[in-house]
């Protein structure tokens, strides 16, 4: 089934900058229409509890998710950040110091599972 951007997500997100993850867990958990689950891992050496590998995120819609990442990259701290966004059938990756905001529902789209 394609995404389209009316069908129902169902992504995995995952970035290397793990603070940046959990600020975006906390901006899409403050949206009703996703249900945020972060998948956790053991705390590695050195570290006081399990940290955050990934966000699996349900519900929404490209159109709904596309304002909410334009809106968290546009922060000041995450003109660094690269996610790496996954559903069943294609991955794409925006890199916030190489995209333009604008162009977010372009980028999502590639998710679309026909092309």
């Keep these: 089934m394609a995404l389209g951007v009316g069908v129902v997500l169902d992504l995995v997100i995952k970035s290397e ?9 906390d901006w899409l958990r403050g ?5 945020v689950t972060a998948r956790r891992h053991p705390p590695h050496p ?47 990756v925006i890199d916030a110091d190489r995209v333009r905001v604008d162009d977010l529902l372009t980028i999502l789209a590639q998710l679309d599972s026909d092309g």
């Design 31 to 35: 949206d009703s229409d996703f249900r």
């Design 46 to 92: 050195g570290e006081m509890g399990a940290g955050t590998d990934a966000l699996v995120v349900v519900g929404g819609t490209l159109t709904g998710l596309a304002p909410l990442l334009k809106a968290w990259l546009q922060r000041p701290r995450h003109s660094k950040v690269k996610l790496t966004l996954t559903t069943e059938a294609k991955t794409t």
């Design 17 to 25: 900058d793990l603070e940046a993850l959990e600020s975006l867990e």
